[in-house]
Every structure is written in C-alpha cells, then in structure tokens.
C-alpha cells in the first residue's frame, strides 16, 4: 500500500496554516500582547483588582492562542525537515513516524481552522454560561454538575480561566444551576454551539432499586459584553438583593450578607453573583451577566423566531441537543451533526473540542443553506 505524498500534504498544510495566521490577525495578537505586558509590568496594576483580573486572564488567553498557532507552525515545518532526512536515507522507520506525525498535525490543524469560521458580530468575545437542572430530579441536579465540571474541565485543558459567578446547590445532590464566565478570545463563537438541552440515561445512583433514569439539563450560552456596547439599564429597573452566600446542603460559606441578586423589573431576568466578598464587587459581576442576558434578549427579539443567541431552552423531553448514554451502552451524540463518541468519561472530562468543531461546521452550513 502506498504512502502519503507528503510533498503535497506538507504544502497544503502549509497554506491552511498561511489562512489561519491571516484570520487570527497573528501581528495584531503579538502587539496586543506586547500592551497587555507593559500593563502587567505597572506596580500599581493591583490597585484595581477587577481590571486586574481582566488584564491579565486576556493575557493568559492571548498567549495561550498565539502559542498554540506558533507550536502548530513549527511542527508542520519540522515534519518537512523530518520527511526530506528521512527519504534522502531510506529510513523506513522514520517515514512510519512522519505518517503518525502527519496524521496528528491534519487533525490539530483543522480543529485551529475552524477558528476562521468564527465571524458572528459576538464571535471574538468571552462567554458565559448558565447551566439549570431540568426535569429528572436529583439525577438531573447531578447531570447539571457534571456539566459545570465539563466545561471546566473543557477549559482547564486550554489553559483559559474561568470565573464562577453563582452555584445554587441542590437539596440532596448536585446543582439547582451555576453561572460562570470563560475568559477567551473566541470562547463565544466556540462555545454558543453548545446550548440547548443535554440529555443523560443512566443507572441512577440515587435509587435504591438500581433502575435507569432519563434526566435533562439546559446550557445557555451568551458573549461577555465590552463597554462599548449599547446596553443601557436604569436603575429604577433593577430590584437588588443581598443575601448570605450557601455552599452545599445550606453550608454558610459567608459570614456576611455579601451575595448579591439583581432582578430585572421589566423582563423578569433574574442573576445571582456570590463568589466575592465584597457586596460591591457581586453587585458588578451579576450587572456584567445582566447585560449579557438583556443583548442576548434583545437579539432573539430582532431575529424574531431565530434562535440567534441564546435560544429557547427547556431542559425536558423533545427538547435535546445532546445524548449521554452511559447505560445500557456507552455513546455520547449529538442530535444535529450526527457526531458520537463511545467513551462517555472521556467527554464528561472535558474533551469536547470534537464536538464542537462538528457543532460549528454545522452551523456554518445551516447559515450558507439559509442564506440560499
């Protein structure tokens, strides 16, 4: 059997890598790089702990980015170097490892690529998430955890922070709902393709009798606005409410009334922030999800009954995006692009990127079908 003509391999990935360095602007990230480190350097950075924390979480990212591109570079340069040795001496053995090679760097390549197709007006911003057990009781209180973990997880593995806002834990087990932010560029675009309901069959372990349980848990996904967005609130709209921050099982995690609820009168929006100390400091987190969930609003409102944004999540049966089937087989699927794994675990543990470079792609086609 014959092997890969690597010249003309090694040249198209050579070009895609070309398209991506021009798509992610890579000269603008260096010197956007370049600004957030002088400000890192300044002695009184601290002085604002909030621009702090934004400084340098979009530093980390950006480096993070820009590592993962140039890493991606040097190793398609080094499999050309690799492949020229390798056939000038006959080594076969060398060759078998610039085939594996070239295999892993066509994979890691188009899941970069996929970037570039990231060109929604919200695309390049951070996101949020908020994450609600639906219908199946405790066992769907448990699933919506997992969840949390997996994006987590999702997140830990790229090296992006993540700042939770808000945990309401359930009675028994697991989480009523959390809200947490993911601070990336492109964590919007990336991860939008995930919302909708996900669904888990399982043997659940919260019964007695050992039978298997269907449970549901909604993912709401909306972009991190900037200050230059047009999202106006009044004051007069806006019910505040200070409470006492609650861990697992009613635990008082603060000894003050430091958690901070803000409603929105006129469309009954509702954002909890506890993960401060301080009154003021939640008061401003849960006003940046706030505004978050009012352009999401205001964005389905424009498109009518497209589900631009956020979209219409119910957490119940009919509903799912996704299955995790645990028993009495093992596949994660995705409803819309047909995807699946059979390692459930390895997914709840955060790897995900193949789900959601399928959920993209998808959406890309769904966008270019409507269009004509």
Known sequence: MAGPDFDAEIKQLQATMRTIEQVLDVDAMRTEIADLGEQVA??????????????????????????????????????????????????????????????????????????????????????????????????????????????????????????????????????????FAIHAPYAYGTLSVEAGTHRLVRISPFDNQGRRQTSFAAVEVVPVLEQTDEIEIDENDIRTDVFRSGGPGGQSVNTTDSAVRLTHLPTGIVVSCQNEKSQLQNKASAMVVLKAKLLAKKKAEEAALRKDLAGDVRGEWGDQMRNYVLNPYQMVKDLRTGFEVGNPQSVLDGEIDDFIEAGIRWRRGAEKAAAN
């Open 42 to 179: 300044a002695p009184d950075l601290w002085d604002d702990q909030e621009n702090a924390a934004r400084v340098t979480g979009r530093l980390s990212a950006l480096q993070g980015e820009l590592d993962r591109f140039s890493d991606l570079n040097g190793r398609v340069d080094d499999l050309a170097i690799m492949v020229e040795m390798a056939q000038e001496e006959g080594d076969a053995d060398a060759l078998a490892d610039a085939e594996a090679e070239l295999g892993r760097l066509k994979k890691s390549v188009e899941a970069l690529e996929v970037r570039t197709l990231l060109s929604g007006e919200y695309d390049a911003r951070e996101a949020i998430i908020t994450i609600r057990s639906g219908a199946g009781g405790v066992d769907a209180a448990d699933f919506a955890e997992m969840l949390m973990r997996m994006y987590t997880r999702w997140a830990e593995q790229h090296k992006y922070p993540v700042e939770v806002y808000d945990v309401s834990y359930a009675e028994e087990a697991g989480i009523k709902s959390a809200e």
